[in-house]
């Protein structure tokens, strides 16, 4: 495929994320009990024939950065191409964190420059869908476009926390509205998009030299009558963690849903996480488990239902857990009860605790390391 990948892999979320992202970037949050936000972005574009991505990160970058030491698992450990993982940097001309993600593009202009494929696909990192940009690409050459964005009809409350895209009958952008308060239409971007590698050199060449840092707000919105930007329509699985914890908990749920499971681990192309050397989940006898999935290397003692299980997780005999999502190392003591609840990597637990929240909607939250 004639394209490069840009993931932007680096904002804070405005603290929508709470702890969860007090030490981790959104795009490393882990999804399904075995993988990492980013791997489903990383998966399609390997996927799609893109051999040449960058991963544009800022905010605590280190756990992200680990993940993405080895880029074998998606088969980016190759001569020509390969993963390139970008952070700001401080020289004696520029000491400024990336500002926007128009800015964080142009601060590695130097990967546009010495690339030679005609095309960059552009997408963020904290999303969940299986997409083959081929298909998205195809769109882009039919229509001629300056510019394509992947949307979706959808039929849920939060709009308002989406792009909103209103278009002619041939798919034409004619507004687009960054989060509104009331929404037009309910075509939401999907923050992917098409466009040739010389025009955003030359945009961006443009707009960040006059303080303009936003992709979204100063070329989207900015030139959408100047530029030709077409709309092309997704129709699959789509999800971000972007726009709360009640969105992180829902994603992870609905793999607890058979066909939303087989989508991304079943069917071809598969996706694809940097693998760990663990054993199976063992299940004691007088374990309980139901409408669960669970990571590698955890032990079950008691009873647990509805809920994702990460790697490593021991619950002691007579503990309940429902609905709720435990994270990697975590250890739950004998006739504890967790329910409504996420509890982050490595929390402890001692016998007799009881974390519970007043429901799915309002979750009971323990950060990273909590003893309790």
């Known amino acids: 495929m004639k394209a490069i990948g840009i993931i932007l892999a680096g904002g804070n979320n405005e603290g929508r994320l709470g702890v969860l992202t007090d030490h981790r970037a959104a795009a490393a949050l882990p999804v399904g009990s075995s993988y990492r936000a980013i791997d489903f972005t990383l998966s399609n574009m390997s996927n799609s024939g893109i051999g040449k991505v960058?991963?544009?990160?800022?905010?605590?970058?280190?756990?992200?950065?680990d993940h993405l030491t080895s880029s074998k698992w998606w088969d980016f450990g190759r001569k020509q191409g390969g993963l390139f993982?970008?952070?700001?940097?401080?020289?004696?001309?520029?000491?400024n964190w990336f500002q926007g993600t128009a800015d964080s593009i142009y601060q590695n202009m130097t990967y546009l420059l010495r690339s030679n494929e005609k095309y960059v696909i552009i997408t963020s990192g904290d999303s969940i869908y299986k997409m083959d940009y081929r298909n998205l690409l195809e769109r882009h050459?039919?229509?001629e476009a300056d510019i394509t964005i992947a949307y979706q009809e959808m039929e849920r409350e939060d709009l308002k926390n989406f792009g909103i895209m209103e278009m002619n009958e041939t798919g034409r952008l004619l507004e687009f509205e960054e989060k509104p308060v009331q929404a037009k239409t309910n075509n939401a971007s999907l923050g992917t998009y098409v466009i040739s590698r010389t025009l955003l050199i030359d945009l961006l060449n443009e707009i960040v030299p006059q303080g303009k840092y936003d992709f979204v707000k100063d070329i989207l919105i900015?030139?959408?009558?100047?530029?030709k930007i077409y709309g092309c329509e997704f129709q699959g699985y789509w999800n971000t963690l972007s726009t709360g914890v009640s969105a992180y908990y829902n994603v992870n749920m609905d793999f607890l849903k058979?066909?939303?499971?087989?989508?991304?681990?079943?069917?071809?192309?598969?996706?694809?996480?940097?693998a760990k050397d663990e054993p199976p989940a063992k299940y004691n006898i007088g374990a309980e488990v139901r409408d669960c999935i669970a990571g590698s290397g955890t032990i079950f003692n008691g009873r647990v239902e509805h809920s994702v299980i990460f790697r490593r997780v021991y619950t002691g005999e007579g503990s309940v857990v429902k609905n709720s999502i435990v994270m990697e190392g975590c250890r739950i003591g004998k006739n504890c009860v967790v329910e409504n609840a996420i509890l982050d990597k490595e929390v402890?637990?001692?016998?007799?605790?009881?974390?519970?929240?007043?429901?799915?909607?309002?979750?009971?939250i323990l950060k990273k390391g909590t003893r309790l």
Request: no cysteine; net charge positive; glycine share 4%.
């Open 348 to 364: 402890v637990l001692s016998d007799g605790q009881q974390v519970i929240g007043e429901s799915v909607q309002n979750l009971a």
């Open 85 to 95: 993982v970008f952070t700001p940097f401080i020289s004696s001309t520029d000491s």
């Open 141 to 143: 050459k039919e229509k």
């Open 54 to 65: 960058a991963v544009l990160t800022q905010y605590n970058s280190r756990s992200l950065r």
């Open 258 to 274: 058979k066909e939303i499971r087989d989508t991304f681990i079943n069917q071809y192309p598969y996706l694809e996480t940097k």
């Open 222 to 227: 900015a030139k959408r009558k100047e530029l």
